[in-house]
């Protein structure tokens, strides 16, 4: 605390409260460590940044930035954020309009850049664009340009982005190819209308063509060019500035950014349009968004002094605020060197947020800190000849090419056949299918706490808010994230005999005869049909939001329909298998029920784990049994390309209820698990006559079972296709590393024999434990994501180079689910590589 109010003080800052941290003492901090300790550190600070404790601004005022929870009031579109989805598209189909489930992610990998052959000043785009300086006589230009381009492709595609070059085609702003089109997951192509007739030129179908047959952009062309005739534009999206995920569109008006044209490409795409004045130092407008406004996945860098209505400027931060958006402001002089005019990729190993030099060199300590934090590399590189002549840098210069293919599509929409695909627990998570609790929490009470099979009561707008988070952790690194709600949505607005079959395969048809299908809404399938407080009909679905249960993907494209230990879990399979079969997204994704309807069978996804496509881990717990384990191994012996199964058999109890509570892989070979756990069960046995004793002592009738850990200790076996007698190891953790499963493991606060005792380790571990420690979320190798309360085991992790992504879940955590139980992962690529 001392450092950081010296460094504060030092630097002009203020530090106000015990809660507020100078924002460029926290990047001075980052910046202080050696760069894999900084990195293993962000996540605390930016969640300090996104729980309002730090706002940037170029004078370092403290202001509220972050800190409101005004909304903005839009007009009803069928396409909002995955949150509103459900309403919106009831909406839309209640006035006969197409409901199409757009769910986009805001990262691409694939970017498309033109060779800059004809590059030079080009006086009929000056007029307006008062970023462009006077033409440079020098011969040395085109050469200059050409070395400035090839070095901006050459570190793109060092960090891990797929750059698709073409040649031009000698016009003298054909580097600049993100004004001319667009292209979205829903596989479109949108042609702009440009203003100059110099810049209509660029427009060519073969470059249209060659992205449709290589992107499986097949869902057709939205051609906007014949606006020009009447002599508006509207430049793409260097005029609109789009936020794919919650379908937003930001534009400032100019003109190049028509209000009629933009309404009409609004209402085809499905966005809400959000428009603004701007003026540049001297008055005049700004020519395009894209210089003063940039939206990331988790973050936006604005230029506020450059939209001079205070409306305006309120109604933009207010609707950045609501998508959760960490707010960068920066000043007009660093938006004149293009500082705003940046754009965030997919590269191999992570996200890249690509921008000029200059506008990275103008931003100061604590915004280069907060934006450092936000993605995990920064490629800057100097375009100065570019930015001089063209009046644009970095982010103008890169089309992004969204893949049809890996949309997630709407009713009728093309799909691709290897939609599901997971081959292990640590590749980069791809496509993931959440649920974020809702109305059904309201139904916990302290008289159904045992029937909910939760602890505690919870705080349904906290639990929202958390959830709302780790979905945009997930975002932030490249996942889409598919919403069960929406998914229904879609089903339903498919017509009503969908809606039927929705219904029928969830509840039986008697009771949608009893009650009739008008009366009801696929938000009762998850909230339960009630006629009173707790006069339910159909119960809710309280634990659906632990989306790792009810279903689970194998290797060979398979999801597996799980059968849940208790009933009203089952309910919660039933509602996925109607998912998998009749939303058009999973139309060719195959699907084994088999084991979903054996009376015989019980087991549940927290117990699966997938090593690699030829090994899974199956837990034999108190929630699935052994006959679920041997039914699930024939299966994937016969029908996938596995060739081991290990059953691993671990305390019938609800503090390890199942596999991955104590269990979970944070990287290839590397596991985190519970200390001693493995090695020496006498270690709980010890602790367990203790509590025993002490429980006595206090009058509790309580007791712990001490002959699971002596006479039944955690233990595995082997099963191997085509072999009829399974390897059995006494041990389990010596048997998983001699089977190559395990290279090295990590613990539960801490190394072991870092403590005085191994009942001292248990015990603290016991408690984090208890609270998900163990049970963390792996989105690509070597990062996680964790409960942040859980201090001594992810300050364990990051001391063993894990980057863990800290997540602020005390709400969460009373439904006695970590990261790992929340998610359920329908796809991710087989290495750092993305598919």
Same mark, same amino acid.
């Given at each position: 605390?001392?450092?950081?109010?010296?460094?504060?003080?030092?630097?002009?800052?203020?530090?106000?409260?015990?809660?507020?941290?100078?924002?460029?003492?926290?990047?001075?901090?980052?910046?202080?460590?050696?760069?894999?300790?900084?990195?293993?550190?962000?996540?605390?600070?930016?969640?300090?940044?996104?729980?309002?404790?730090?706002?940037?601004?170029?004078?370092?005022?403290?202001?509220?930035?972050?800190?409101?929870?005004?909304?903005?009031?839009?007009?009803?579109?069928?396409?909002?954020?995955?949150?509103?989805?459900?309403?919106?598209?009831?909406?839309?189909?209640?006035?006969?309009?197409?409901?199409?489930?757009?769910?986009?992610?805001?990262?691409?990998?694939?970017?498309?850049?033109?060779?800059?052959?004809?590059?030079?000043?080009?006086?009929?785009?000056?007029?307006?664009?008062?970023?462009?300086?006077?033409?440079?006589?020098?011969?040395?230009?085109?050469?200059?340009?050409?070395?400035?381009?090839?070095?901006?492709?050459?570190?793109?595609?060092?960090?891990?982005?797929?750059?698709?070059?073409?040649?031009?085609?000698?016009?003298?702003?054909?580097?600049?190819?993100?004004?001319?089109?667009?292209?979205?997951?829903?596989?479109?192509?949108?042609?702009?209308?440009?203003?100059?007739?110099?810049?209509?030129?660029?427009?060519?179908?073969?470059?249209?063509?060659?992205?449709?047959?290589?992107?499986?952009?097949?869902?057709?062309?939205?051609?906007?060019?014949?606006?020009?005739?009447?002599?508006?534009?509207?430049?793409?999206?260097?005029?609109?500035?789009?936020?794919?995920?919650?379908?937003?569109?930001?534009?400032?008006?100019?003109?190049?950014?028509?209000?009629?044209?933009?309404?009409?490409?609004?209402?085809?795409?499905?966005?809400?349009?959000?428009?603004?004045?701007?003026?540049?130092?001297?008055?005049?407008?700004?020519?395009?968004?894209?210089?003063?406004?940039?939206?990331?996945?988790?973050?936006?860098?604005?230029?506020?002094?450059?939209?001079?209505?205070?409306?305006?400027?309120?109604?933009?931060?207010?609707?950045?605020?609501?998508? !959760? #958006?960490?707010?960068? *402001?920066?000043?007009?002089?660093?938006? $004149? %060197?293009?500082? +705003?005019?940046?754009?965030?990729?997919? @590269?191999?190993?992570?996200t890249v947020l690509a921008m000029s030099a200059a506008g990275w060199g103008s931003l100061n300590?604590?915004?280069?800190?907060?934006?450092?934090?936000?993605?995990?590399?920064?490629?800057?590189?100097?375009?100065?000849?570019?930015?001089?002549?063209?009046?644009?840098?970095?982010?103008?210069?890169?089309?992004?090419?969204?893949? !049809? #293919?890996?949309?997630? *599509?709407?009713?009728?929409?093309?799909? $691709? %056949?290897?939609? +599901?695909?997971?081959?292990?627990?640590? @590749?980069?998570?791809?496509?993931?299918?959440?649920?974020?609790?809702?109305?059904?929490?309201?139904?916990?009470?302290?008289?159904?706490?045992?029937?909910?099979?939760?602890?505690?009561?919870?705080?349904?707008?906290?639990?929202?808010?958390?959830?709302?988070?780790?979905?945009?952790?997930?975002?932030?690194?490249?996942?889409?994230?598919?919403?069960?709600?929406?998914?229904?949505?879609a089903i339903s607005a498919q017509g009503d005999e969908s809606k039927r079959r929705l219904f029928?395969?969830?509840?039986?048809?008697?009771?949608?005869?009893?009650?009739?299908?008008?009366?009801?809404?696929?938000?009762?399938?998850?909230?339960?049909?009630?006629?009173?407080?707790?006069?339910?009909?159909?119960?809710?679905?309280?634990?659906?939001?632990?989306?790792?249960?009810?279903?689970?993907?194998?290797?060979?494209?398979?999801?597996?329909?799980?059968?849940?230990?208790?009933?009203?879990?089952?309910?919660?399979?039933?509602?996925?298998?109607?998912?998998?079969?009749?939303?058009?997204?999973?139309?060719?994704?195959?699907?084994?029920?088999?084991?979903?309807?054996?009376?015989?069978?019980?087991?549940?996804?927290?117990?699966?784990?997938?090593?690699?496509?030829?090994?899974?881990?199956?837990?034999?717990?108190?929630?699935?049994?052994?006959?679920?384990?041997?039914?699930?191994?024939?299966?994937?012996?016969?029908?996938?390309?596995?060739?081991?199964?290990?059953?691993?058999?671990?305390?019938?109890?609800?503090?390890?209820?199942?596999?991955?509570?104590?269990?979970?892989?944070?990287?290839?070979?590397?596991?985190?698990?519970?200390?001693?756990?493995?090695?020496?069960?006498?270690?709980?046995?010890?602790?367990?006559?203790?509590?025993?004793?002490?429980?006595?002592?206090?009058?509790?009738?309580?007791?712990?079972?001490?002959?699971?850990?002596?006479?039944?200790?955690?233990?595995?076996?082997?099963?191997?296709?085509?072999?009829?007698?399974?390897?059995?190891?006494?041990?389990?953790?010596?048997?998983?590393?001699?089977?190559?499963?395990?290279?090295?493991?990590?613990?539960?606060?801490?190394?072991?024999?870092?403590?005085?005792?191994?009942?001292?380790?248990?015990?603290?571990?016991?408690?984090?434990?208890?609270?998900?420690?163990?049970?963390?979320?792996?989105?690509?190798?070597?990062?996680?994501?964790?409960?942040?309360?859980?201090?001594?085991?992810?300050?364990?992790?990051?001391?063993?180079?894990?980057?863990?992504?800290?997540?602020?879940?005390?709400?969460?955590?009373?439904?006695?689910?970590?990261?790992?139980?929340?998610?359920?992962?329908?796809?991710?690529?087989?290495?750092?590589?993305?598919?």
């Amino acid at each position: 605390r001392a450092r950081r109010r010296r460094s504060t003080a030092a630097r002009g800052g203020k530090v106000r409260g015990h809660g507020q941290v100078c924002a460029m003492t926290v990047a001075a901090f980052a910046r202080a460590f050696p760069r894999g300790l900084a990195r293993r550190a962000r996540p605390a600070w930016l969640a300090a940044v996104r729980s309002q404790r730090i706002v940037v601004d170029p004078a370092w005022r403290w202001g509220p930035l972050l800190g409101s929870t005004r909304t903005i009031t839009r007009r009803p579109s069928p396409c909002r954020n995955p949150h509103d989805g459900a309403r919106a598209a009831l909406a839309a189909k209640i006035n006969g309009q197409p409901t199409p489930a757009i769910i986009e992610g805001q990262l691409t990998q694939d970017v498309l850049m033109v060779n800059p052959t004809g590059f030079c000043s080009n006086e009929e785009t000056k007029q307006d664009n008062k970023f462009m300086a006077e033409a440079d006589a020098s011969s040395d230009v085109k050469q200059a340009v050409l070395a400035e381009w090839t070095a901006l492709v050459q570190a793109l595609q060092e960090a891990g982005v797929r750059v698709h070059t073409v040649e031009a085609n000698g016009l003298p702003d054909e580097v600049f190819p993100n004004n001319w089109f667009s292209t979205h997951a829903d596989g479109r192509v949108v042609i702009y209308p440009m203003k100059v007739p110099s810049r209509a030129k660029e427009v060519r179908q073969d470059v249209v063509d060659t992205l449709k047959a290589q992107f499986a952009l097949t869902a057709g062309v939205v051609d906007l060019s014949g606006w020009r005739s009447s002599g508006v534009a509207l430049e793409g999206t260097g005029s609109l500035v789009l936020d794919r995920p919650n379908r937003i569109a930001y534009m400032a008006l100019s003109k190049r950014a028509d209000k009629n044209v933009a309404d009409t490409w609004a209402q085809e795409m499905g966005y809400d349009l959000l428009t603004f004045g701007t003026a540049d130092r001297s008055g005049e407008e700004i020519y395009h968004t894209n210089v003063l406004l940039s939206v990331g996945a988790d973050f936006a860098v604005v230029c506020l002094d450059a939209v001079p209505a205070e409306a305006d400027r309120q109604q933009l931060l207010a609707s950045l605020r609501s998508t !959760g #958006k960490v707010v960068v *402001p920066i000043s007009l002089d660093q938006m $004149e %060197s293009f500082a +705003c005019n940046c754009l965030q990729l997919q @590269g191999s190993t992570g996200t890249v947020l690509a921008m000029s030099a200059a506008g990275w060199g103008s931003l100061n300590f604590a915004q280069q800190g907060v934006l450092e934090s936000c993605v995990d590399r920064v490629v800057s590189v100097p375009v100065p000849t570019i930015e001089r002549l063209g009046g644009g840098s970095v982010r103008c210069m890169i089309a992004e090419i969204f893949s !049809g #293919k890996r949309a997630a *599509p709407g009713v009728g929409a093309a799909i $691709e %056949s290897d939609v +599901c695909s997971v081959d292990s627990e640590t @590749g980069r998570l791809e496509l993931v299918i959440v649920h974020e609790p809702g109305l059904e929490v309201d139904s916990v009470m302290p008289w159904t706490l045992e029937p909910m099979k939760v602890d505690e009561c919870l705080n349904r707008i906290e639990l929202k808010a958390q959830h709302r988070t780790f979905s945009q952790h997930l975002r932030a690194r490249g996942a889409e994230v598919l919403h069960v709600r929406d998914l229904l949505t879609a089903i339903s607005a498919q017509g009503d005999e969908s809606k039927r079959r929705l219904f029928d395969e969830v509840w039986g048809a008697e009771f949608v005869d009893k009650v009739g299908l008008a009366n009801l809404h696929v938000d009762h399938l998850v909230t339960g049909y009630s006629r009173g407080p707790l006069d339910f009909d159909k119960p809710p679905l309280m634990n659906l939001f632990f989306m790792r249960d009810p279903c689970f993907s194998v290797p060979g494209g398979w999801i597996v329909v799980s059968r849940p230990f208790y009933p009203v879990r089952q309910l919660e399979s039933k509602l996925l298998k109607a998912i998998f079969e009749l939303h058009p997204m999973f139309r060719d994704v195959k699907v084994f029920d088999g084991l979903h309807m054996d009376p015989d069978v019980f087991i549940e996804g927290g117990d699966v784990l997938v090593v690699d496509h030829e090994t899974v881990l199956v837990g034999i717990s108190q929630r699935t049994n052994e006959a679920g384990a041997q039914k699930l191994a024939d299966f994937l012996f016969q029908h996938t390309p596995v060739k081991r199964v290990g059953k691993v058999f671990i305390p019938k109890s609800r503090a390890f209820m199942h596999l991955d509570t104590l269990f979970t892989f944070v990287d290839k070979g590397v596991v985190l698990t519970m200390p001693y756990f493995w090695s020496k069960p006498s270690v709980y046995a010890e602790l367990a006559r203790r509590a025993n004793v002490l429980n006595e002592k206090m009058g509790s009738h309580e007791r712990q079972d001490i002959d699971e850990w002596t006479q039944a200790p955690p233990r595995i076996e082997m099963l191997t296709k085509g072999e009829a007698v399974p390897k059995k190891y006494k041990h389990a953790m010596s048997g998983l590393m001699a089977e190559g499963i395990v290279e090295k493991a990590l613990f539960v606060c801490g190394p072991e024999g870092s403590w005085p005792t191994p009942e001292e380790h248990v015990a603290k571990a016991l408690t984090e434990q208890w609270n998900d420690a163990a049970n963390v979320f792996c989105i690509s190798p070597g990062t996680v994501v964790a409960y942040k309360w859980c201090r001594r085991t992810t300050t364990h992790l990051q001391d063993n180079g894990i980057d863990v992504i800290e997540l602020d879940g005390v709400e969460l955590m009373k439904g006695r689910g970590g990261a790992r139980c929340m998610t359920f992962p329908v796809r991710r690529s087989v290495s750092l590589e993305s598919r």
